[in-house]
């Protein structure tokens, strides 16, 4: 059965460093989704991307975040200037059109 | 502001029991709304919901939305350790950008 993947499972970091997220979401879907979810806290939206640009993104998704395509199967998520505050889990997750989405594993990005 | 609020937060109840979760939402411009179990790591589908009163099911759990007055319930019948998740409610408002709720954490004592 097809599935979202997403490297590394686990990034540490120093703060002011950037980090690339990776995601391999499912062939055939067209839209893809980035989020974030902070330890004991609730799954937070970031952005979302379609057709090569983004659709939707969340006041969270600042100038310190960015999302490329760059080939046809990997889908990013930059964060320019890490910060203590952007340790969570980041899930990437895709669908073929409509709102049901599948997720990734995760990857859970501790800043130091 | 879009929210969505589930209940309890947690329940502890033993196999075989049948539990009931709850969703309730406010949001300006309602598409959907979907139930994902999350264990370990990620959230994974269990279902989508858009119109009031037509039951969605899948083996020992089920699924019913009331748009009127804005809220959802999960139900797992004779249930089993393996449904020991996080439970979590979300909301498509807009473009598919999900708005969740806290989630319901089910413990299943054997």
């Known amino acids: 059965e097809p599935e979202v993947t997403q490297t590394p499972s686990h990034q540490v970091t120093q703060m002011g460093q950037e980090v690339i997220l990776r995601c391999v979401p499912i062939s055939n879907h067209l839209y893809f989704y980035w989020y974030r979810q902070i330890l004991g806290q609730k799954v937070e939206f970031l952005v979302s991307?379609?057709?090569?640009?983004?659709?939707?993104k969340s006041e969270i998704f600042d100038d310190q975040f960015s999302v490329e395509r760059p080939d046809g199967s990997n889908f990013t998520l930059k964060i320019r200037s890490t910060k203590l505050e952007d340790s969570a889990m980041y899930f990437c997750a895709s669908s073929y059109g409509g709102a049901v989405q599948y997720f990734g594993p995760g990857t859970r990005l501790t800043v130091t | 502001e879009d929210k969505v609020v589930q209940s309890p937060l947690s329940l502890v109840v033993h196999e075989g029991d049948t539990v009931t979760l709850n969703c309730s939402y406010e949001?300006?411009?309602?598409?959907?709304l979907l139930w994902y179990k999350q264990e370990k790591k990620a959230p994974t589908f269990l279902f989508m919901l858009?119109?009031s009163g037509i039951e969605k099911k899948s083996g020992r759990l089920s699924s019913i939305l009331d748009k009127k007055e804005l809220f959802s319930i999960l139900n797992i019948t004779a249930t089993q350790t393996g449904d020991s998740a996080i439970y979590l409610c979300?909301?498509?408002?807009?473009?598919?950008?999900?708005?969740w709720g806290a989630g319901t954490k089910l413990i299943i004592k054997p």
């Open positions: 991307f379609y057709n090569n640009e983004i659709s939707e």
């Open positions: 858009t119109s």
């Open positions: 979300a909301v498509d408002a807009r473009n598919y950008q999900l708005i």
């Open positions: 949001v300006t411009n309602f598409r959907s």
